[in-house]
């Protein structure tokens, strides 16, 4: 039995972690699984990602506490590691992700969050970094991304004093674009990852690689990057149909189902 589900709506994949009686926390069967299903897409007909949590009160409870509670040293770095390879993973996957945050995004489940593209939240969606309140620091990229998404003397805060952050705060803060009553997170999860996938998505995944490959980059090398992924687009189905549609002021065709050419 797998603590991930997977289900395919259109060019729309979700995915759900499933273990909601631990609230969604993340032990190493759930990182297995979750590593596995993420190499199961088929990224040639799915364009866009969307990760949730079971139930109605935790996206992810952080990493498992109990599991962790007898690790060596050793251990607790292989730990960190697997963790930290599956959320590259998410933040490298060629196309969005949006993560769904519904409840808790404590620990690694705020991590997790801060390792997808865009983050929506219901309105009882909690976001904290309480690992120094258990003697660790977070060791899913808290540190890192967290401080690249929002103010750094906040994110500080967070980490530091274990301040959690409610979905309006959230909002405020940048940490989420939207918050949603809870009955309307997925729906609107889903509008927006719709509205992703009805754009070109070779010019989708290049503005992906050119945001996460420029932005630790000098300004002069970012725009390199930028500069090759726009060439990149030329010659493609899409951009050829698109800039025609547009020339002709006809509508634009369907467009293609996705090759990687
Ligand atoms: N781990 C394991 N079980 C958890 C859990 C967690 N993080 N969070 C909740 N649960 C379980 C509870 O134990 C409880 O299980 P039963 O007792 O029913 O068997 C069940 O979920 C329901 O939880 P509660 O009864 O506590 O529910 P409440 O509504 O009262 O409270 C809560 C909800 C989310 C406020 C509370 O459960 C809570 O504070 N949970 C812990 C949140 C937390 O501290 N999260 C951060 C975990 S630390 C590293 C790698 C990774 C990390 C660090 C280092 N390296 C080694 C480099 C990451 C660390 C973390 O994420």
Known sequence: MS??????????????IDREK????????VLA???????AIDLDSTRCLIITGAGQKSFVAGADIG????LTKAEGEAFGKKGNDVFRKIETLPIP??????GFA?????????????RLAAENAVFGQPETGLGITPGFGGTQRLARTINVGKAKEMIYAGT?????EALSLGLV????????????????????????????RACKKAINDGISLPIEKAVEVEEKLFGDCFETHDQKEGMACFLSREKPKPKAVFTNN
């Open 106 to 118: 404590l620990g690694g489940g705020c991590e997790l969050s801060l390792s997808c593209d865009i």
């Open 67 to 70: 599991e962790m509670s007898t």
């Open 97 to 102: 992700v949006i993560a769904a945050v519904n």
């Open 22 to 29: 631990a609230l969604n926390a993340l032990n190493s069967e």
């Open 3 to 16: 603590y991930i589900k997977y289900e395919q709506n259109g060019f729309v994949g979700v995915l759900t």
């Open 177 to 204: 674009s939207a918050v949603y009553p809870a009955e309307e997170l997925m729906p609107a999860a889903m509008k927006l990852a719709e509205r992703i996938s009805a754009n070109a998505p070779i010019a989708v």
């Open 33 to 39: 699984d979750l590593d596995a299903e993420l190499d």
């Open 164 to 168: 959690k952050v409610k979905a309006p």
